[in-house]
C-alpha cells in the first residue's frame, strides 16, 4: 500500500510546529539556528511531497536551492556567533541584546 | 511494507526532532537532528527523489552539522547557563499550534482531496529530467546560488577570522574614564 501524501504534509506540518516552538522559546544561539534549520528541512519535505503529487520536478529544484541557501546561511549565522562571542562570552540571546527594541 | 517503512522513519523524525529543540546540551541537539535529517531522506527516498535524498545527507549531515559542530565545540559552549529552558512557554506554545492547524488548512485545500497517487515511473525517478531543468529552465537561478554560496564563503571568512591587534578592543573590560568610541557593553551581572 503506497502512504498517501497528505501524511506526508501532517508529518512536515508537525515538525515544522516544533521547530518554530524550539525557536521561539530557546535562548542558546546555537539551539535556535538548529530549530530553524529543522523548519527549512519540514518545508523541504512539503515541497518533495508536492512535487510528488503532481508528478513535477520543479518542487525538487526548489529543495536543492533552499540546501544551498542553508549552506550559506549556516556558515555567516556561525561566523556571526563566533564574532559575538569573541565581544560577549556568550551566545545566551537574552544577554545579547544591543539590537532588540 | 512501505507503509511500515513511513511509519517508522516519521516516528523517528518527530521523536528526534522533539529532543532537538528540548535538550540542553546543544551537542546533543546537532546529533539528534543528525537522526531528524536522515530520517527525511529515507522518507525522500520514498517519495521518488533520491538525488534529493543524497544531497540531504552529504550537505546537510555531512557538512552543514559538521559545521555546527565544529563551531560548539570551538567556543566550548555548553548547557545554556540561565533558567529553565525547556518550559514551553504559553506564547510560544500558541504559535506553534497556530502554526501547525494553519498548515494543516492549507494542504486540506488541495492535498486532502486528491489524495490518490499514481505510481512512480521510471521517467520520474531518474536524474534526467531533474538535471534538464535544472541546467536549462533554472539556469540563471543555479548561477545565482553558486554567487550566493562564493559570496556567503568571504563573509564568513571576514566575520570569524581573528581580528588584528588594535582593530578590536581586548576582551577585558575597560578601566574607567578611557576614551574612545567602545561599544557599549553590559556588565556582567
Known amino acids: 500500500m503506497t502512504v498517501p501524501v497528505s501524511w506526508y504534509l501532517l508529518l512536515a506540518a508537525a515538525l515544522f510546529a516544533i521547530g518554530a516552538a524550539g525557536a521561539l ?3 542558546n544561539g546555537i539551539t535556535i539556528f538548529l530549530s530553524i534549520e529543522l523548519m527549512l528541512n519540514s518545508a523541504n519535505l512539503t515541497l518533495v511531497a508536492y512535487s510528488r503529487l503532481l508528478e513535477q520536478h520543479t518542487g525538487q529544484l526548489v529543495v536543492f536551492f533552499v540546501l544551498a541557501v542553508a549552506a550559506a546561511e549556516a556558515a555567516v549565522g556561525l561566523a556571526l556567533f563566533i564574532a559575538v562571542y569573541r565581544h560577549r562570552r556568550t551566545i545566551d540571546l537574552n544577554r545579547i541584546n544591543l539590537l532588540r527594541w | 511494507m512501505e507503509l511500515a517503512v513511513f511509519a517508522l522513519f516519521a516516528l523517528l523524525a518527530l521523536a528526534s526532532a522533539l529532543v532537538v529543540v528540548t535538550h540542553r546540551n546543544p551537542v546533543y541537539s546537532t546529533m539528534s537532528l543528525v537522526i531528524t535529517l536522515v530520517s527525511l531522506a529515507v522518507l525522500f527516498v520514498l517519495l521518488g527523489a533520491p538525488f534529493i ?6 550537505i546537510y549531515t555531512g557538512a552543514i552539522l559538521v559545521l555546527f559542530l565544529f563551531v560548539i565545540m570551538l567556543l566550548n559552549i555548553g548547557r545554556e547557563e540561565t533558567g529553565p529552558s525547556s518550559k514551553l512557554s504559553k506564547v510560544p506554545a ?8 494553519g498548515m494543516v488548512a492549507l494542504f486540506s485545500w488541495r492535498a ?4 490518490a497517487l499514481a505510481p512512480l515511473t521510471e521517467e520520474f525517478v531518474s536524474l534526467k529530467a531533474l538535471a534538464g531543468a535544472l541546467f536549462d529552465r533554472y539556469l540563471l537561478v543555479f548561477e545565482l546560488v553558486g554567487l550566493l554560496l562564493l559570496v556567503a564563503v568571504i563573509a564568513a571568512t571576514v566575520l570569524a577570522r581573528r581580528p588584528r591587534p588594535g582593530e578590536m578592543e581586548p576582551l577585558e573590560p575597560r578601566p574607567e574614564g578611557e576614551a574612545g568610541n567602545a561599544p557599549h557593553r553590559e556588565t556582567a551581572p
Open chain 2, 112 to 115: 486532502f482531496r486528491d489524495d
Open chain 2, 53 to 58: 535524498a543524497a544531497l540531504q545527507v552529504l
Open chain 2, 94 to 101: 500558541l504559535a506553534a499550534a497556530l502554526i501547525f492547524g
Open chain 1, 25 to 27: 522559546t530557546r535562548r
